[in-house]
């Protein structure tokens, strides 16, 4: 069974920093592409940011210069860092995970969301 379980979203003011963590835990072959997604109140689920399993990044406009995904393949854990955070970046943010159980088996798996809440 696999679980992403994630941590690290909160209150803050506007200007202020979160980190998000996401490790993955259970049994499989590997994991390819990592990535954070977020949804605010009375909006679609939006990428924010995703890492492939070799490093390269690929960011939503809005969060360019801001955010930082990275990733601990030892630790089969993807990061998050919010900088100069805004109102605007207020929704319940998840993990995502293009995770391999064998050679020709992979699937998507979710994490249970994270709330981040920036006040202005």
């Known amino acids: 069974q696999v679980q992403l379980v994630e941590s690290g979203g909160g209150l803050v003011q506007a200007g202020g920093s979160l980190r998000l963590s996401c490790a993955a835990s259970g049994t499989f072959f590997s994991i390819n592409v990592m990535g954070w997604y977020r949804q605010a109140p009375g909006k679609r689920r939006e990428l924010v940011a995703h890492?492939?399993?070799?490093?390269?990044?690929n960011y939503v406009d809005s969060v360019k210069g801001r955010f930082t995904i990275s990733r601990d393949n030892a630790k089969n854990t993807v990061y998050l860092q919010m900088n100069s955070l805004k109102p605007e970046d207020t929704a319940v943010y998840y993990c995502?995970?293009?995770?391999?159980?064998?050679?020709?088996?992979?699937?998507?798996?979710w994490g249970q969301g994270t709330q981040v809440t920036v006040s202005s």
């Open positions: 995502n995970a293009d995770i391999s159980q064998s050679p020709y088996v992979r699937r998507d798996y």
């Open positions: 890492i492939t399993s070799g490093g390269r990044t």
